[in-house]
């Protein structure tokens, strides 16, 4: 297939690659000159825009920051047309983008006016699972547009998803992150309350993971160094899931249940912890270093 893919970010460059890897004709365009370098080396073209990388393509791909991006892309803004004025075919559009829902309904809508089909298809899985290509899309959209998506998205991922209508992928990916956020913030806890109190970290890890208080982030992502030595903990908090991103994934959390009434006192609670673990410089640091900010004031711990 001939595919178009806007944005090769940390996310973008290597799914790009693996849509190469699965044998498709890829062609690339993101702003930044060397984001497209690695793509390129790997086999896929270059496009001097957007414009140019999704002409004549059936499938367009988008991996981009934030919702003003996306829209920007598609819908256009201070007199620049948009990606939706600018195509002369019909590609099925799939944002991989976390967005508000309201800016993925939106757009679909836009496109849909033009007789085109967009599907919102945020993922899980990380920088790693872009690579491995082993990440899960949650899509929003038509069940026709999804029945068309499956194959490109299969090779850039083991799991993928139909949600519901428009918008429903990024409902989904929002509740999936903010309930990561309290699981992180709430294991993190627990096990500073544990080793305060004469614990080991790993003798009450172990504990929980096989009582009622186990979870994923006692499975495969233990907050406290040295536990599990593939986790970010053990590396200073390094790679992995940034807390800049968890903090806007709650940001979209807080926002949605502003807008829909719906009470989410844990979510809120685990927004504030990220924003102030965020505000004393950790922004870049893994989100399972949410740790350090019950650990603050022992030795050589800050948050
Ligand atoms: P990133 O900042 O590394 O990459 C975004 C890329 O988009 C950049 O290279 C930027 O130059 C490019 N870009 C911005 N506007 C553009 C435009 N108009 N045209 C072309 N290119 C443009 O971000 P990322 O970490 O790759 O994340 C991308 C998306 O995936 C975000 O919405 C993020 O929330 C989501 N996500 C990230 C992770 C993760 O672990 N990094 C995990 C799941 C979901």
Redesign the pocket.
Known sequence: MQIAF????????PMAVNLVKAGHSVMV????EA?MQVVEEAGARRGAS?REAAEGAEVVV?????GE?VK??YLGGDDQPGLLDELTERPLLID????APEDAREVAGEAARRGLSYLDA??????G??RAGT?TFIVGGSDAGFAQARPVLEAMGKNVFHAGDSGAGQVA?ICNNMLLGILMSGTAEALALGVKNGLEPAVLSEIMKQSSGGNWALNVYNPWPGVMEQAPASNDYQG???VD?MN??LGLATNLALASRAPIPMGGQARNLYALHASQGSGRLDFSSIQRLYRAGEEGETS
Not at 122 to 127: E, K, M, R, T, Y
């Open positions: 806007i944005g090769l970010g940390n996310m973008g460059a365009f993101d702003l930044v984001a957007a988008s991996m981009l920051p934030a991006h920007a892309l991989a983008s976390t967005i945020p993922v899980s899985g990380g920088v699972g872009a990440l990916k992995g899931f940034l991103l806007k994934d």
